[in-house]
Nanobody
């Protein structure tokens, strides 16, 4: 089982940028499909971006495509989410997730088995 710890959440203004990090330990990170999810208050958790085990393929939910970039550094057991042009609807708790095998054919439908505790992103106008 992979243990995940997120960091980088903060309060930023509309249009600003943030970079989230997720550090993994205790498992086969290199062979893990990884993803970022978010949950706004009163809403269901949604997949934001998912990245393949090698980092060569990434898929984004439509609402963030072109503004967010998911990446990973397997040498550092760390995944990132660069978020630019932030909007009020991007606010929420952001979670990283992993599963110790390949991503599903539909990346955003991947069933993840390990989750972090979350990092809060607040957007102010």
């Amino acid at each position: 089982q992979v243990q995940l710890v997120e960091s980088g959440g903060d309060s930023v203004q509309v249009g600003g940028s943030l970079k989230l990090s997720c550090t993994a330990s205790g498992g086969t990170y290199i062979r893990s499909c990884m993803g970022w999810f978010r949950q706004a208050q009163g809403k269901e958790r949604e997949a934001v971006a998912v990245i393949s085990t090698t980092g060569t393929k990434a898929v984004y939910v439509d609402s963030v495509r072109g503004r967010f970039t998911i990446s990973r550094d397997n040498a550092k057991n760390t995944m990132y989410l660069q978020m630019n042009s932030l909007k009020p609807e991007d606010a929420g708790m952001y979670y990283c997730a992993a599963r110790t095998t390949y991503c599903a054919v539909d990346f955003l439908a991947t069933k993840f088995t390990s989750w972090g505790q979350g990092t809060q992103v607040t957007i102010s106008s």
